[in-house]
């Protein structure tokens, strides 16, 4: 008979602190992986150099040889690139866990869902964060006279939203979902897909349809148009305070409170209607 802590959902009963050591175990493989890599890419950079120069003029099928050797270096490169920046990725990854971790050990062991707790209230700094820096760019567009740097500033601002606060809503909308729902199985990513458009497409929505773009959607079928789970209406909704000059804690709260809010409810609704579906 299976446990009842096998019928909830990984994150509901993951150590953080366990799962700090294996990201960074992770990072730690990639980058000595990386290295490898750069080292035989610097050692056939010199076998290559050193043949030509030793041997002057390289003919017949030892020419082939070296051909083949110089050509594959540019391979070995990318993929000491991409090996770094796996690496990279799961470091970035252990920084985020760790503050986790520093939350859950701080909580009471008897609290609920205490995983889930913690890894809530990073979620709610990290959206702040990126809240704050979103709106220094902001204002710095608005005092920029040249139409195409206002342009280019605009377009990080809505990055930074998507990409970092709005990204923190979807999160926490579905933490908060599996906090009232700890026995669904489904990770984040078996709900939807973050899609990311571009700013133009985002504006020309805004403009001609008066309605935002998605930021979380789910696709039902490869021949079907994908449906909206989160619309991109929670950055409009946690934005209204983007005139003022200086953004107050409380101004930041009640952002961080209208955007997750309003993620939840729609995210909780699709969840619950491709629960029955």
Not at 15 to 28: T, Y
Not at 146 to 172: D, I, K, P
Not at 210 to 237: C, H, N, W, Y
């Amino acid at each position: 008979m299976a446990s009842a802590t096998n019928t909830l959902n990984p994150l509901v009963t993951i150590n953080p602190n366990n799962e700090v050591r294996f990201l960074n175990r992770k990072a730690l493989s990639y980058n000595v992986l990386s290295k490898i890599c750069w080292v035989a890419l610097a050692a056939i950079t010199v076998a290559v150099l050193a043949g030509c120069f030793i041997l002057g003029s390289i003919s017949g099928p030892l020419s082939f040889v070296w051909l083949g050797v110089a050509l594959a270096t540019p391979f070995l490169g990318i993929g000491a690139s991409r090996l770094q920046g796996r690496a990279n990725q799961y470091k970035s990854l252990a920084q985020i866990e760790k503050r986790v971790a520093a939350k859950y050990n701080a909580l009471p062991q008897e609290t609920r869902n205490r995983s889930v707790t913690a890894r809530l209230q990073v979620i709610e700094e990290l959206a702040k964060e990126s809240f704050r820096r979103a709106h220094a760019i902001y204002r710095s567009a608005q005092s920029t006279h040249n139409q195409h740097l206002r342009g280019y500033q605009m377009t990080m601002v809505w990055h930074e939203l998507e990409t970092g606060f709005g990204m923190c809503c979807v999160q926490a909308a579905f933490l908060d979902y599996l906090s009232h729902n700890p026995s669904d199985q489904r990770a984040l990513h078996a709900h939807g897909q973050f899609d990311f458009g571009s700013f133009t497409s985002r504006m020309a929505n805004a403009v001609f349809d008066k309605t935002p773009g998605p930021l979380f959607v789910r696709q039902e079928a490869a021949d079907q148009p994908p449906v909206p789970i989160v619309e991109s209406g929670i950055i409009d909704s946690a934005t209204r305070t983007f005139s003022h000059d200086q953004l107050t804690d409380d101004m930041i709260s009640d952002g961080w409170r209208a955007g997750s809010q309003k993620a939840y409810q729609q995210f909780s609704a699709a969840a619950r209607a491709g629960t029955r579906a």
